[in-house]
């Protein structure tokens, strides 16, 4: 019998031992906080050496941002399913916000590890900021917003999904459904939508993505 090919690289022994070592991380960082772990338990947990740590990470915050950053790669493709098909500019940022800010409600241990990445992930020119960047041009193109700059908008964008996310990790299920679609009615708002508009996109795009959380943020 062949052996079939997957399309799929496989991944390297090392990418493995990173792999683990990260979801070794994530378990125990959900468990008690970042704060409360040790690169020990981590090393532990992942069953692999402490100097095998150190050949992916530097210390305890740099596999934290690995964390971050493989969050935020997952909200990404959440964001981008989402938006398949739609083309509209104001739903498609009124949906990828309420994806970022239903997180915070869903998980709200993963939304704080997100927020370390707050120092590296705020360029308005980043890669991983493409989605939204593309977003706020489409809707600028369009005629859709009206903005000073397709930059300070961006930022615009990430500072208060960002915000929103510190806030809404403390905030209880109805609070926090309200206050998300607040969040993102201002954004539209700020890009030159009509208010009864902002908050028509705002409470359509919050209502579904707070129902993957059982309506009550858990």
Not at 37 to 66: L, N, P
Request: with cysteine; glycine share 8%.
């Amino acid at each position: 019998m062949s052996e079939t090919i997957s399309p799929a690289r496989a991944k390297t022994k090392r990418e493995r031992t990173r792999d683990g070592l990260v979801a070794a991380a994530e378990l125990l960082f959900a468990a008690r906080g970042p704060d409360a772990v040790s690169i020990d338990e981590i090393t532990a947990a992942a069953e692999v050496a402490k100097g095998t740590f150190y050949t992916h990470f530097t210390d305890k915050d740099d596999i934290e941002r690995a964390l971050a950053r493989l969050v935020r790669l997952e909200l990404e493709d959440q964001v981008a399913r989402v938006n398949d098909g739609i083309d509209d500019a104001g739903l498609r940022m009124a949906n990828g916000l309420a994806c970022y800010l239903s997180f915070a409600a869903r998980q709200p241990t993963r939304a704080r590890t997100l927020l370390r990445l707050q120092s590296t992930g705020a360029d308005p020119q980043g890669p991983m900021n493409a989605g939204v960047r593309s977003d706020v041009a489409r809707g600028v193109d369009s005629g859709r917003f009206e903005v000073v700059s397709v930059s300070a908008a961006v930022l615009i964008a990430i500072g208060a999904c960002l915000a929103g996310i510190a806030y809404l990790v403390r905030a209880p299920g109805t609070r926090a459904q309200r206050t998300a679609g607040e969040i993102i009615a201002t954004v539209l708002r700020a890009f030159g939508l009509k208010t009864a508009e902002s908050r028509k996109l705002a409470e359509a795009a919050v209502a579904a993505a707070f129902a993957k959380t059982g309506g009550n943020g858990k």
